[in-house]
């Protein structure tokens, strides 16, 4: 994923189209299932902005950077 509006998409914070959910529904899911093949879970902290993110509420760079300060990266 990227931080271009795509099709479906709207600037951050705005509306996002059922397509643009579905696509980062998608996306979300086959991050979730990459992190499960090499062994570890996702924290429900990380599933949380995952959610907001599928739901347009936070940029990908938002999710991004609230992961990297709960880790203290």
């Known amino acids: 994923m990227n931080d271009q509006i795509l099709p479906g998409a709207t600037a951050a914070h705005g ?3 059922e397509a643009e959910k579905a696509r980062r ?3 979300i899911a086959y991050a ?3 992190v499960r ?3 570890f879970v996702v924290s429900d902290f990380a599933e949380s902005l995952n959610e907001r993110f ?15 300060r709960h880790h203290g990266l």
Request: overall charge positive.
């Open 15 to 17: 509306g996002i189209s």
């Open 25 to 27: 529904r998608a996306a």
């Open 32 to 34: 979730r299932g990459s």
């Open 37 to 39: 093949l090499e062994g």
């Open 54 to 68: 599928i739901n347009g509420e936070i940029t990908r760079a938002e999710l991004t950077a609230a992961l990297k």
